[in-house]
């Protein structure tokens, strides 16, 4: 097997990490490829948090090759194994014994005044977050599905989240929380000016389309935390699930639910 390491670098962590990996390849029998030569890999190996994930999957998915998240950051959500589980891990993915799980993605572009000529696309595999500019004032926001108006909210912004980010900022901003497997996506509104606001979830094929009506500064727009574009009044983006899916690697014995105990604080008290 082929292994690229794709490592966050400016963790404390990371040094240690990159040598434990070396170690462990050489002991398991795994050749290292180096980035610039990933297309030959079976497998990324991404030490890093859930950031390294993210930018690992918006840089390498296109190739098709399955993900693996050894958390060498703080919270590792996206992650199949802290690094103490490294070398098992690495044993697991060889021997093919990791379950093999395919997540959706969300794919956007942005039209200037609405009618204007499509931008690049963009995907997401956590959310697609459109939020109000440098302005203490709220932005008035226009949703539709699939050409049907849903309303115009007056609020702090709009978060598309797909499965695997409705633990993100969708989560904190109210949002459900969907199972990785879910065939649907969630739309959030951050602090709507209505106590009757609540988020939606989707079908993975609907086509939401969101146009700025009013906002006293540039709108951001970001996929996955990176700022796209400033949408002003009269800009739109349109977002669906896309066609490209990545894959991420489990572990054999990985409790789906672990996660939201473990990483969420899901602990309660079992009282007599």
């Not at 693996?68 to 891990?89: C, R």
């Amino acid at each position: 097997m082929k292994v690229c390491v794709l490592c966050n670098e400016t963790l404390p962590a990371a040094r240690g990490a990159l040598d434990r990996v070396r170690r462990a390849a050489k002991a398991l029998g795994v050749s290292l490829v180096a980035p610039a030569q990933a297309r030959r890999a079976d497998l990324f190996l991404v030490l890093g948090g859930d950031g390294s994930m993210l930018r690992a999957v918006r840089e390498r998915s296109a190739l098709g090759i399955p993900f693996l998240g050894v958390n060498a950051g703080s919270l590792g959500y996206l992650t199949a194994t802290p690094l103490e589980g490294l070398e098992e891990a690495l044993r697991a993915a060889r021997d093919g014994e990791c379950a093999v799980e395919e997540r959706s993605l969300l794919r956007a572009q942005v039209r200037r005044g609405g009618n204007g000529r499509a931008g690049a696309a963009r995907l997401a595999l956590n959310d697609l977050v459109a939020m109000r500019g440098e302005t203490g004032r709220v932005a008035a926001l226009e949703l539709s599905v699939d050409g049907r108006d849903v309303s115009t909210f007056l609020c702090d912004g709009l978060i598309l989240a797909t499965p695997t980010g409705s633990t993100a900022y969708s989560l904190s901003a109210g949002g459900p929380i969907l199972l990785p497997a879910a065939p649907a996506f969630v739309a959030t509104v951050v602090c709507p000016h209505t106590l009757a606001t609540r988020p939606l979830v989707l079908p993975a094929e609907s086509v939401v389309t969101v146009r700025v009506a009013r906002s006293e500064a540039p709108v951001a727009f970001s996929a996955d935390g990176v700022l796209c574009a400033r949408l002003r009044p009269g800009d739109t983006f349109s977002a669906t699930t896309a066609a490209l899916r990545v894959r991420l690697l489990s572990l054999p014995d990985a409790d789906p639910f672990a996660p939201l105990r473990t990483k969420l604080g899901w602990r309660g008290t079992v009282l007599p």
